[in-house]
């Protein structure tokens, strides 16, 4: 940058104070956070009262230790699970793992895709991979009885009920129905904060949110996220000199990023400042 960057940071106290003389800022806080997950509703959008649920802390947006800390919540109790990804999958294997020690722990699993929701990949070389998607495949077939599927669905409202519960209704493809939990998990992908960078010259893709060069790299690369390699420098760069974004948040709101890819995007980016950080320094 020609202009060195200012960043405005708070503490844990809550004050605020500038911090200036940057050269260069990697941008690496990623994206896995409960106020940047995606939303429930039909189209993406918030369900009616969802916001305020997840405001005020009743709803999860990140998978809640269900084993452990946060076991009293889901110990025979109902819960409903949305999404139909890794992170749905994980939690329902939580719950039904529960549902062994705790007879009246359910789910009700809320997913768009019909029977069948995860492709298996016979040869896979992440066989916990393998475990969730056919563990998934058997709860939509009704193989579980601790698990009730509801393919084809998406929650159009959700409110505080009597006693603590929750009132939600779904938009299925047999019509309209109103079911009462008592938890609700939210697992429909996270989205990077951008505010970070909102005052800079960025251009990020309109799909994933990720920069673009980087995007466009991803989206012409293999689809099998195991099979990745590192994009470059060029990729990393942003028309903001000096700023880069690495890490899972550069993937925007992919979930194909992998830990082995971010320590290569650093490897690359200190090669490529080095150079110049110690020019400048003569």
């Known amino acids: 940058a020609q202009t ?59 998978i809640p230790d269900i084993l452990g800390a946060d076991r009293e919540r889901f110990a025979g ?108 998990i939210g697992c429909c992908g996270y989205r990077p904060d951008m505010s970070l960078y909102s005052e800079l010259q960025v251009h990020t893709c309109y799909a994933s949110d990720g920069p673009i060069k980087l995007a466009a790299t991803l989206i012409g690369g293999s689809g099998d996220c195991l099979k990745q390699v590192a994009a470059g420098a060029d990729a990393l760069k942003n028309p903001e000199p000096g700023f880069f974004i690495l890490g899972h948040k550069s993937y925007g709101r992919s979930s194909a990023f992998l830990l082995k890819i971010g320590h290569e995007q650093v490897r690359t980016v200190l090669d490529e400042i080095s150079p110049i950080s110690e020019q400048s320094s003569l």
């Not at 960057?5 to 896995?32: H, M, N, P, Q, W």
């Not at 999958?89 to 039904?96: F, G, K, Q």
């Not at 938009?171 to 939990?181: A, F, H």
């Open 77 to 184: 109790k109902r819960t409903l699970v949305v999404g139909a990804g890794m992170s749905a999958a994980t939690v329902l294997r939580n719950l039904a793992e529960l549902s062994k020690q705790e007879a009246a722990t359910k789910a009700l699993w809320a997913a768009r895709k019909g029977d069948g929701p995860f492709k298996v990949i016979e040869d896979d070389v992440l066989p916990q991979r393998k475990e969730l998607c056919l563990m998934g495949n058997s709860a939509a077939r009704g193989e579980m009885p601790c698990i009730e599927y509801s393919g084809g669905a998406c929650v159009k409202a959700l409110e505080p009920s009597t006693g603590g519960a929750l009132r939600i209704t779904l938009e299925t493809q047999e019509g309209e129905r109103t079911e009462e939990v008592d938890e609700f």
């Open 4 to 62: 060195p960057f200012r960043l405005l940071v708070r503490g844990t106290d809550g004050g605020e104070r500038f911090l200036d003389g940057f050269d260069f800022i990697a941008d690496c806080s990623g994206s896995y956070r409960g106020d940047y997950a995606n939303w429930s509703g039909i189209g993406g959008m918030s369900a009616p009262g969802e916001r305020s649920l997840r405001g005020s802390g009743r709803i999860w947006s990140t």
